[in-house]
């Protein structure tokens, strides 16, 4: 079990630019999640998959960003057109249903900095 | 959105002191999480507590929580400077039929420093 692992871990890109971001869940894990997160706040769900299917998606996923997990092991978060309002930590998570209730586990987060 | 606030934001202790934060949420919950983030890194999860218990232990951790009052709080004994981070709680929401099921909601996180 190695841990949610997400890359890179900081990328800094001009406005308007596109950018993508890698997340390799735990193994075997179906569940996987995106979240942003801002100085000061808390984390805010993005979208939801399970196993290849993207089940949920938050009001805060504008048109210029897309999630995939094609196969249902990795995902990618692509945002289109940055601009300076998407700088933030970009978290993923991953989870399975167990016997304790859906532990959800978080990766190391990519910082996204629009200049 | 923000599933419920924290109190305090802010807490300051001295090393050896007990740290106690209060979660507070809005809706029915499967489970409650709490989590820890030290500045400028990923989440670490320390518990979970069902929506069917009341307290829960590991190490110098304790949770307690309330479903008649909709809260929750994570106790720290003994603090240590290494604790030194911000502790968010995230509830899962009961399951009602809908495809929310899993996602974690967030409240605002308790800063706390511990003063070696």
């Known amino acids: 079990d190695t841990g949610v692992s997400q890359n890179p871990r900081h990328k800094i890109t001009k406005r308007g630019q596109n950018v993508t971001f890698r997340c390799d869940p735990i193994?075997?894990?179906?569940?996987l999640y995106w979240y942003r997160q801002t100085l000061g706040q808390g984390p805010e769900f993005l979208t939801y998959?399970?196993?290849?299917?993207?089940?949920?998606k938050s009001r805060l996923l504008s048109d210029r960003f897309s999630a995939e997990r094609p196969k249902g092991s990795f995902s990618t978060l692509e945002i289109q057109r940055t601009e300076q309002g998407d700088s933030a930590m970009y978290l993923c998570?991953?989870?399975?249903?167990?016997?304790?209730?859906?532990?959800?586990?978080f990766g190391e987060g990519s910082w996204l900095t629009v200049v | 959105s923000q599933q419920g606030e924290e109190d305090p934001q802010a807490l300051s202790i001295q090393e050896g002191e007990n740290a106690t934060m209060n979660c507070s949420y809005k809706?029915?919950?499967?489970?409650l999480q709490w989590y820890r983030q030290n500045s400028g890194r990923g989440l670490v999860h320390l518990i979970l507590?069902?929506?069917?218990?009341r307290e829960k232990h590991s190490g110098r951790l304790r949770v307690t929580l309330d479903t008649s009052k909709k809260s929750s709080s994570l106790l720290i004994t003994a603090s240590r400077a290494a604790d030194t981070a911000s502790y968010f709680c995230?509830?899962?929401?009961?399951?009602?039929?809908?495809?929310?099921?899993?996602?974690?909601?967030f409240g605002q996180g308790t800063i706390l420093t511990v003063h070696p």
């Open positions: 507590i069902r929506s069917n218990e």
């Open positions: 995230a509830t899962i929401g009961a399951w009602t039929g809908g495809t929310s099921y899993g996602k974690l909601t």
């Open positions: 809706t029915s919950i499967n489970n």
């Open positions: 998570a991953s989870s399975t249903p167990t016997g304790d209730g859906n532990t959800i586990y």
């Open positions: 193994s075997e894990h179906n569940r």
């Open positions: 998959f399970q196993n290849e299917a993207q089940l949920e």
